[in-house]
């Protein structure tokens, strides 16, 4: 099962049904979607498929993505955390946050915590982030955990930049 992870704002936690509302909206909000998956937002029922993808991952690999919630007031905010599925390029740290949670600094602040969990825990050499070309948000993220551009891929049909770290041991 899932562990949980702290940061001074932040509790990194499994998904759990009740955030199926805050989730199914966020990935309706088209800004928020734009550089994800295939770039279109998911309706309700597709949100539960994603929530159960990765929940399963977390049965499947022993570890995955967590919800973030807010410490201060117990709110949903976005999920961060592992993608590792058979095919995919690489053991992925990844990121998204509801659009109203943007520019605070969450991403980076969960992110971080989920690195040295790959790191010191999971033992992981090298960790990367899959980012579309556009998505400076993200790419800002990336830089500040100490990634650098190692390449790209194509992935579900459009590029991504492959952001890397390797674990200094």
Known sequence: MPVTLE???????????????HYAAMCADPEVMRYLGTG??????????????????????????????????????G???FHDPPG????????VLAKPHWGQGYAI??????LRHAFDVL???RVISLIRPANARS????????ETLSGEVDLLGSKS?????????
Do not use: C
């Not at 940061?7 to 509302?21: G, N, Q, V």
């Not at 602040?109 to 989920?114: H, S």
């Open 7 to 21: 940061t001074p704002r932040l509790l990194l936690r499994k998904l759990r049904e009740s955030d199926w509302d």
């Open 40 to 77: 279109v937002t998911l309706g309700r029922d597709d949100a539960w498929r994603s929530i159960s993808n990765l929940l399963g991952h977390w049965q499947l690999r022993g570890y995955g993505m967590w919800a973030l919630e807010s410490k201060e007031t117990g709110e949903f905010l």
């Open 79 to 81: 999920r961060a955390g």
């Open 88 to 95: 995919w390029p690489a053991f992925e740290l990844g990121w």
């Open 109 to 114: 602040e969960a992110a971080r915590v989920a």
């Open 123 to 125: 033992r992981k050499d």
């Open 139 to 146: 790419i800002r993220v990336a830089e500040a955990l100490g």
């Open 161 to 169: 930049l492959v952001y890397e770290i390797r674990a200094k041991r």
